[in-house]
């Protein structure tokens, strides 16, 4: 089992940066896949981001996203990253990361408690 907290969120203007940081409480080198999904007031969750670690690292990104967003993960520090920039309003949500642990065959999904993203002028 592992524990995620994220951290980072907070009210930024239209155009500006955040950077989220998830902590796993134990090493996340064997997790194959990590990410970050997101909620906007009155929508369903939407998956952002995930980043594969299966000796080389993959990432992928939902098309709104795409060219603004850079996740990446930190397997020394057991921290999965989220950069944000040219943030826009429609990126206002709670993000929460996740993680897809492989044990005996199983696959068991782990959630962090989210962070909230405000993009307000």
């Known amino acids: 089992q592992v524990q995620l907290v994220e951290s980072g969120g907070g009210l930024v203007q239209p155009g500006g940066s955040l950077r989220l940081s998830c902590a796993a409480s134990?090493?996340?080198?064997?997790?194959?896949?990590m990410g970050w999904y997101r909620q906007a007031p009155g929508k369903q969750r939407e998956l952002v981001a995930t980043?594969?670690?299966?000796?080389?690292?993959?990432?992928n990104y939902v098309h709104s996203v795409a060219g603004r967003f850079t996740a990446s993960r930190d397997n020394a520090k057991n921290t999965l990253y989220l950069n944000m920039n040219s943030l826009k309003p429609e990126d206002t949500a709670v993000y929460y990361c996740?993680?897809?642990?492989?044990?005996?065959?199983?696959?068991?999904?782990?959630w962090g408690q989210g962070t909230r993203v405000t993009v307000s002028s």
């Open positions: 996740f993680a897809d642990e492989v044990v005996g065959g199983s696959v068991y999904n782990f």
């Open positions: 134990k090493s996340i080198v064997s997790i194959y896949t």
């Open positions: 980043v594969t670690n299966n000796g080389s690292t993959n990432t």
